[in-house]
């Protein structure tokens, strides 16, 4: 199995649209489909605004409530479509 990375959009109607040619025999394909994360530009936050407080995440499972709380913070490079993207060729030995 050989995995493509692709820039796609979902057009008004809710149908994706592929982006970029793909140079692929006709045939069936499986598509796994990830939301872009927005970024956010640096330049555009003031220096004088103070940061939102993060959000307390609640969970129903009483096992897990202190579980977000106690969690070390995610380093600023952490990328989770990379993450995403390791994960999947690990799992499928791509």
Do not use: C
């Amino acid at each position: 199995m050989q995995a493509y990375k692709l820039k796609g959009k979902i057009d008004p109607a809710g149908n994706l649209v592929i982006t970029e040619p793909v140079n692929l025999p006709p045939g069936d394909v499986e598509v796994i489909v990830w939301q872009a994360a927005e970024t956010l530009d640096n330049a555009t936050v003031s220096a004088s605004e103070p940061a939102p407080e993060t959000p307390k995440r609640k969970s129903r499972v009483k096992a897990f409530e202190g579980l977000f709380e106690n969690a070390p913070p995610v380093p600023p490079n952490f990328d989770p479509d990379q993450a995403k993207w390791e994960y999947l060729k690990e799992k499928h030995n791509l």
